[in-house]
């Protein structure tokens, strides 16, 4: 685990696309794992000029998404579905064929974990790996248990997380209480990850995550230290505890 520390929140999207457009043009066939939450979205926007601008072409691209909150129709706004198209794919030239967001939605909410474990599985593995954190340590929606689950699965979301997440929605209520989150196997299996933290209210776990050496599943992104190629891309705010 590497970190890097940036001004703000535009010096952490900028690093980050770095990284990106770097392995994208080497990388024409790359299988991106993608993260939803506001601090990837200045990376995305970057990631829609370099395709504007032909610096980037996405047309072989495929990408696979942490999560996806159970219940919420594709189409309603709070979805991480929507948000991906909205924030990134309705903007660039990935065939909506290679897009893969899990599906809450259905009768057998395991065989939907199953079938994305295979689909990811059979694409040969994610080779760059976009993470976020929760304010609790949570990566994707792997909640601090007293155990964690390695693949695919559907959780329940901790009252803390549902109220993080309230204020994309009209209140805390409206909140799913599960979801459908890749395990850390699918995530420490990637090639290459790259978190990215901003904003101060981020800078308790991040500190606890770089100082600290204990792994465990009260801390999920502590399994991170065990992956041998994650960079940590850090604003001042988030590195303010360091
Ligand atoms: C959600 C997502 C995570 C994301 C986290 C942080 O809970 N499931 O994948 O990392 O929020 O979001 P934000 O970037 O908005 O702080």
Known sequence: MQYIVKDDF???????????????????????????????????????DGYKNKELDFSQISSF?????????????????SFMWKHLFDHINIRPENVHIPSGQ??????????????????????????????????AFNEPAKSLK?????????PDTIEVNSRFFDNSDDVPKQAITMGLSQI?????????????????????LIKEEEISCSFPVSFLRVHTKTTIILDKEAASLL
Do not use: Q, W
């Not at 457009?21 to 995305?44: C, H, R, V, W």
């Not at 919420?72 to 979805?79: F, T």
């Not at 420490?188 to 606890?208: D, E, F, N, T, Y």
């Open 188 to 208: 420490l299996k990637s090639k290459r990850i790259v978190l990215l933290a901003s904003g101060r209210k981020k800078a308790k776990a991040i500190a606890r």
């Open 10 to 48: 535009n010096g952490i999207s900028a690093a980050a696309y770095d990284i990106y457009a770097d392995f994208i043009k080497k990388n024409s066939g790359a299988i991106l794992g993608l993260a939803t939450g506001s601090t990837p979205i200045g990376l995305y926007k970057l990631l829609i």
């Open 65 to 81: 998404n942490l999560d996806e909150y159970v219940g919420l129709d594709p189409k309603n706004e709070n979805s991480y579905n």
């Open 150 to 158: 390695a693949n695919t699965h559907v959780v329940n979301l901790c």
């Open 106 to 139: 259905g009768e057998n909410l395991k065989n939907n974990c199953r079938e994305y474990d295979r689909l990811i599985a059979s694409s040969g593995g994610i080779d760059l790996m976009l993470l976020g954190i929760g304010e609790n340590g949570h990566i």
